[in-house]
């Protein structure tokens, strides 16, 4: 008689595949169990991606639960974590690569757009609260006489904003100032989770659907 065994299962949330790929437990999730039996647990074949598959497709645990089962009746399955996987398809362009890459040009055009409109909003702030002002009093109160355009504040000032953004972000052009996350990583992080949840629920009520119709 066999003995029993535990298999822990954490089922991915996004894998990418290419059509005609047989997809198997290591592509779709993380499988912990006895060591004598890792390596052909994560081979055990779940499904294949068809030319009818589409762009994406889902694959729910309990499939992949299924197919383990079939290989191995007598393990004890721990199912962690999400309860289906979406599975991009490439197509397999040669150039995915530069196709992923953007373009100098495309880089350059959204810089100068981010460039000039972060400056009219700076530029609009200092002209709703009268900067121009501020700075001349306090330079009259420092050097106890007026000047129009004190640019012994100004210029610092504007030093200060651009030092100020750098280390708001957290970055000078490739180079991180510390390993916290900036406010852009965040932001991604969360529109990233939000965009996959989104894709997720689309996805199965599309499989749900199709499903009841069959």
Known sequence: MIGKFEIFLRV???????????L??????????????????????VKEVTKETGQSMIITALE?????KGQFPEATIEHLGEADVI??????????K?????SKLYIAAVSVVLFLGSGMAIMNFHADVNMVAVHQQLY???M?????NPLLL??????????????FFNYIYKYKLDDDPSPLEMEMYLYENKVNQFSLNQKTKEAKKGGSNN
């Open 98 to 102: 530069n196709q992923d890459k953007p």
């Open 24 to 45: 198997l437990v290591g592509n779709l999730a993380e499988v912990i169990t006895a060591e004598d039996k890792q390596e052909e647990l994560e081979k055990v074949y």
């Open 144 to 148: 106890g006489r007026f000047e129009e």
């Open 154 to 167: 100004q210029i610092p000032y504007s030093i200060g904003i651009a030092c100020g953004m750098i280390v």
């Open 140 to 142: 009259q109160l420092i």
């Open 12 to 22: 991915k949330r996004v894998v990418k595949a290419k059509p005609n790929q047989k």
């Open 64 to 68: 992949i639960i299924r197919a383990i």
């Open 87 to 96: 599975v991009d398809i490439n197509k397999g362009s040669k150039n995915k």
